[in-house]
């Protein structure tokens, strides 16, 4: 039976039709045209279709839709402000983190929530953390290298590298 | 218990055919803005081939890489381009925009030739822009050329593109006598050093740190050639330790169906410690010396971790992938033949 969802992306209350059987990821890929999730393996195992639930990283391939009701959920979209890109998202393209860019939108919502959570993380709390992404082109090096600059405040809005 | 080995590879890579011809095309268009718009056939994958013949088309017409645009989806109606394999691109297809930018350089001196008054022979291109030898001050822009050649102003209107194709020399036959052949356009090196620890009692083997140098003739962009060099290690990484199509050859019905079946490396199985390094020995045969080399990073790891593998435990796995399942294996047949 279809039901009405109501939640909050990307800063906006949104209200959408949906079935009780649909995913986050239908609803925001073919209902709300919002594509930054990628639908990968469509199981839960690549981690593309990542996005922040109340800021937790869920998989939206394996999230029912209606479980977000009246909650936040942030997509890739939601990452830049006024149209200046996130710190991750210009150290990402500065340190060459991504070659067919598949991954990215995953890789980039997992690597904010682990810096929201541990803003200075080692080398093994990235490798760690980050795992339950997948990049077939290999780009884990400068990933890794891309979230250490980040957290070393290279990007900070404040005088920070532009 | 863990036992530690190292071990290594050395690589030749063959980059773009020869003996079947190996032809790439490539066009570049003046727009009326004084902007030049690249055409090639060349599919970029995310490995950065539209990047690099867009930095070889502003490199040769002497502009600013803003200043040319290049698109992934004109792959329908661009010049052809063999294609985007064989580690070929970067050997060849730049050949195809520098002759591509000498006839539009060639055009365009034609066509501001009776702007300029002046004969196409008297007149040099440099920097973006046309200008009569030895009198500088009678010169036009990329812009005025191009705004020119669209809308008029005291000459006819045209459409100005620079064409260029090109190819490695063609099949020569094998000599009978050595059976000698140039089969390939170049070859790059590579070598990689692995260092690996096996747990012998769950078979489990940790890539614990990796190095990869590639001489690649030229590195036309270094961060491109960095990812090509870590980016190989994933299937490189995968081939040798997770990665089966067909765990139980050969019956296909068992066939992995998921990321969680077909283990992809992660993260986690990247080594603690990756390395790469860029050699550069200019290749006659290529633009600025440039040949191709990236597939050649997938084939480093495999031998290069087998023979860790052997270093550790003093067996050499001749089947891929060494799985936990494998190693136990050949560890009992080890223990057995005493």
């Given at each position: 039976?279809?039901?009405?969802?109501?939640?909050?992306?990307?800063?906006?209350?949104?209200?959408?039709?949906?079935?009780?059987?649909?995913?986050?990821?239908?609803?925001?890929?073919?209902?709300?045209?919002?594509?930054?999730?990628?639908?990968?393996?469509?199981?839960?195992?690549?981690?593309?279709?990542?996005v922040?639930?109340?800021?937790?990283?869920?998989?939206?391939?394996?999230?029912?839709?209606?479980?977000?009701?009246?909650?936040?959920?942030?997509?890739?979209?939601?990452?830049?402000?006024?149209?200046?890109?996130?710190?991750?998202?210009?150290?990402?393209?500065?340190?060459?983190?991504?070659?067919?860019?598949?991954?990215?939108?995953?890789?980039?919502?997992?690597?904010?929530?682990?810096?929201?959570?541990?803003?200075?993380?080692?080398?093994?709390?990235?490798?760690?953390?980050?795992?339950?992404?997948?990049?077939?082109?290999?780009?884990?090096?400068?990933?890794?290298?891309?979230?250490?600059?980040?957290?070393?405040?290279?990007?900070?809005?404040?005088?920070?590298?532009? | 218990?863990?036992?530690?080995?190292?071990?290594?590879?050395?690589?030749?890579?063959?980059?773009?055919?020869?003996?079947?011809?190996?032809?790439?095309?490539?066009?570049?268009?003046?727009?009326?803005?004084?902007?030049?718009?690249?055409?090639?056939?060349?599919?970029?994958?995310?490995?950065?081939?539209?990047?690099?013949?867009?930095?070889?088309?502003?490199?040769?017409?002497?502009?600013?890489?803003?200043?040319?645009?290049?698109?992934?989806?004109?792959?329908?109606?661009?010049?052809?381009?063999l294609?985007?394999f064989?580690?070929?691109?970067?050997?060849?297809?730049?050949?195809?925009?520098?002759?591509?930018?000498?006839?539009?350089?060639?055009?365009?001196?034609?066509?501001?030739?009776?702007?300029?008054?002046a004969?196409?022979?008297?007149?040099?291109?440099?920097?973006?822009?046309?200008?009569?030898?030895?009198?500088?001050?009678?010169?036009?822009?990329?812009?005025?050329?191009?705004?020119?050649?669209?809308?008029g102003?005291?000459?006819?209107?045209?459409?100005l593109?620079?064409?260029?194709?090109?190819?490695?020399?063609?099949?020569?036959?094998?000599?009978?006598?050595?059976?000698?052949?140039?089969?390939?356009?170049?070859?790059?090196?590579?070598?990689?050093?692995?260092?690996?620890?096996?747990?012998t009692?769950?078979?489990?083997?940790?890539?614990?740190k990796?190095?990869?140098?590639?001489?690649?003739?030229?590195?036309?962009?270094?961060?491109?050639?960095?990812?090509?060099?870590?980016?190989?290690?994933?299937?490189?990484?995968?081939?040798?330790?997770?990665e089966?199509?067909?765990?139980?050859?050969?019956?296909?019905?068992?066939?992995?169906?998921?990321?969680?079946?077909?283990?992809?490396?992660?993260?986690?199985?990247?080594?603690?410690?990756?390395?790469?390094?860029?050699?550069?020995?200019?290749?006659?045969?290529?633009?600025?010396?440039?040949?191709?080399?990236?597939?050649?990073?997938?084939?480093?790891?495999?031998?290069?971790?087998?023979?860790?593998i052997?270093?550790?435990?003093?067996?050499?796995?001749?089947?891929?992938?060494?799985?936990?399942?494998?190693?136990?294996?050949?560890?009992?047949?080890?223990?057995?033949?005493?």
């Amino acid at each position: 039976m279809k039901q009405i969802l109501s939640f909050i992306l990307n800063g906006s209350p949104v209200d959408v039709i949906v079935t009780p059987t649909e995913t986050l990821l239908d609803v925001l890929r073919e209902k709300l045209g919002v594509t930054g999730p990628k639908r990968g393996c469509d199981d839960g195992d690549c981690g593309t279709c990542t996005v922040l639930l109340d800021g937790e990283p869920v998989r939206s391939c394996l999230t029912i839709a209606l479980t977000v009701a009246g909650r936040e959920v942030l997509t890739v979209e939601g990452l830049s402000t006024d149209g200046d890109l996130h710190p991750l998202q210009k150290a990402f393209h500065e340190h060459g983190a991504f070659q067919c860019g598949f991954c990215t939108p995953g890789m980039l919502m997992s690597a904010k929530a682990l810096l929201d959570h541990n803003p200075t993380p080692s080398r093994t709390e990235i490798r760690e953390y980050m795992s339950g992404n997948l990049c077939r082109c290999g780009s884990y090096e400068e990933i890794i290298e891309a979230i250490q600059v980040v957290a070393a405040g290279e990007y900070a809005p404040s005088g920070g590298k532009e | 218990m863990k036992k530690k080995g190292v071990g290594m590879a050395c690589v030749l890579h063959p980059t773009g055919n020869k003996g079947a011809g190996d032809p790439s095309n490539a066009a570049i268009q003046l727009k009326p803005d004084g902007t030049l718009v690249l055409l090639v056939g060349a599919v970029d994958l995310g490995q950065g081939s539209t990047t690099i013949l867009r930095q070889f088309a502003a490199d040769l017409m002497e502009v600013p890489i803003e200043h040319v645009f290049a698109s992934n989806f004109a792959d329908d109606f661009a010049p052809l381009s063999l294609g985007s394999f064989a580690s070929r691109v970067t050997l060849i297809d730049p050949h195809a925009v520098e002759n591509a930018a000498e006839d539009l350089k060639k055009k365009i001196r034609e066509y501001a030739s009776d702007l300029l008054e002046a004969h196409p022979d008297d007149l040099e291109y440099k920097e973006g822009k046309v200008f009569v030898k030895g009198a500088p001050d009678r010169s036009m822009t990329l812009a005025e050329v191009g705004g020119a050649s669209m809308f008029g102003g005291g000459a006819d209107p045209a459409l100005l593109v620079g064409t260029g194709a090109w190819q490695p020399a063609r099949f020569h036959p094998h000599d009978p006598e050595t059976g000698a052949m140039p089969a390939v356009g170049a070859i790059s090196f590579g070598a990689c050093v692995a260092e690996v620890e096996v747990d012998t009692e769950t078979g489990m083997v940790d890539v614990t740190k990796l190095t990869q140098v590639w001489e690649v003739g030229k590195a036309v962009n270094p961060l491109l050639v960095r990812q090509q060099i870590n980016g190989g290690l994933h299937p490189g990484l995968g081939t040798t330790l997770t990665e089966n199509s067909y765990p139980y050859y050969p019956n296909p019905d068992w066939a992995p169906e998921n990321f969680s079946d077909y283990a992809l490396p992660t993260f986690l199985d990247y080594p603690e410690e990756t390395l790469w390094g860029i050699e550069e020995v200019p290749h006659p045969a290529g633009v600025k010396g440039a040949k191709g080399f990236s597939e050649g990073s997938t084939n480093g790891p495999p031998p290069a971790i087998m023979a860790a593998i052997h270093d550790a435990i003093g067996i050499w796995i001749d089947e891929y992938p060494a799985t936990p399942e494998v190693i136990l294996r050949a560890l009992e047949a080890k223990e057995a033949s005493g």
